[in-house]
């Protein structure tokens, strides 16, 4: 019989955590694992499940603690009996799965750092919840250590750096068309930024950059999010015109990435970015802020440029030397690409997942007998 992993997330649509779930689907051993996905609603991530061949159920939930939504997850819990849940977010579904009796992983994507609001540095409250988690699983050695430091047993949390897909093959001509395509002209120099129009993600910083480069430089930012309208009032403030072209939520970033010339990762706060590994994937250097796990895919001046968060002059400098420098800035895409398939693949991601549920689940047992000897 196949373990059934019944993961849950708070989502309905699709970013980087959503992405790593679809990724350890379809890279995942079906014959020894079946997996269900509670979706937050109907959307994009339910959508893609299905066509994976997995099965997607729906809990709406109205806010973090809703009842309702609660009491469905532990009838669903109790119909279909799953050998593990694994949690992205929403860890009162862990207190749910723990109290039926089910072993419990989660997904450590956030650092509680200084940047975020105090509700979620309670230790304490932070503490009491973990109790129903068995192992975590955390995308970076940053992101371990910082619970380690706040008390963590560090036997209990492993770090799998997320994977990648190679790029796929396109034609000759299709930088060129993708820019035709986003209004770009062929000799401008295109910086790319991809993510949630949130002020974690530095949007405002990258903004600011912009009004500081040559003028054949040019950025394009695609999501969308609550400050979209906040950052494209001030694109319009600073004067940054076709400099700033924003796109909105689309399904290709990857193909922007291919025809840009670097990738730009301003955040203030990020364990380690799947745009990272998906710009080194197109070969393309990345600057990012120099936060959590990010220096554990970027080496300064190897694959890219590390920058201090919050900091829209050296980011600055930083895209205006590889603006200036071409052949540089090829280099180290190449060094991102050699990274991205010799460490990176999507394999490798999905096997130690599933090494981590055989491990937990033997653990589990061990547990079991040794209780029954006892009795």
């Known amino acids: 019989m196949a373990t059934r992993i019944l993961h849950v997330t ?137 619970y380690v430091e706040r008390g963590y047993d560090p036997q209990t949390i492993s770090v799998v750096y997320n994977g990648v897909s190679p790029a796929p093959r396109r034609e000759k001509d299709h930088a060129a068309k993708k820019r035709a395509e986003l209004g770009i002209a062929p000799d401008c120099f295109l910086v790319a930024f991809a993510g949630r129009m949130v002020q974690a993600k530095g949007v405002d910083v990258l903004l600011a950059a912009m009004a500081q480069v040559p003028d054949r430089v040019s950025c394009v930012l695609v999501g969308d999010g609550p400050h979209a309208a906040e950052y494209c009032r001030q694109a319009g403030s600073l004067g940054l015109g076709a400099k700033a072209i924003f796109t909105g939520y689309r399904h290709d970033t990857r193909d922007i990435f291919a025809c840009a010339d670097l990738v730009a990762v301003p955040s203030k706060s990020e364990p380690l970015a799947n745009v990272v590994l998906e710009a080194m994937a197109e070969g393309k250097p990345v600057i990012a802020t120099e936060v959590e796990g990010m220096p554990e895919a970027v080496e300064h001046e190897v694959n890219g440029l590390l920058v201090p968060p919050d900091d829209c002059s050296m980011l600055a400098a930083a895209i205006t030397r590889l603006a200036a420098d071409p052949d540089e800035a090829r280099r180290m895409g190449a060094a991102g690409l050699a990274h991205a398939h010799s460490v990176l693949s999507p394999e490798r991601m999905a096997r130690e997942t599933e090494e981590i549920y055989r491990r937990l689940l033997q653990t589990v047992n061990e547990r079991k007998c040794n209780a029954a000897r006892c009795r």
């Open 10 to 146: 708070e989502a309905c649509r699709i970013a980087g955590t959503e992405q790593s779930l679809l990724m350890l689907l379809d890279n995942s051993d079906r014959v020894q694992f079946e997996h269900v996905v509670v979706c937050r609603g109907e959307g994009m991530l339910k959508d893609e499940v299905e066509r994976r061949g997995a099965r997607a159920v729906v809990i709406t939930r109205l806010g973090k603690a809703d009842p309702l939504a609660l009491l469905r997850f532990g009838g669903l819990v109790a119909r279909l009996q799953p050998h593990i849940v694994h949690i992205y977010g929403g860890r009162l579904e862990a207190v749910v799965a723990k109290a039926l009796g089910v072993p419990v992983v989660e997904r450590k994507n956030v650092c509680r750092n200084s940047y975020y609001r105090p509700l979620i540095n309670f230790r304490a409250a932070d503490h009491m919840l973990a109790r129903c988690v068995d192992v975590s699983i955390s995308p970076a050695e940053a992101v371990k250590s910082h």
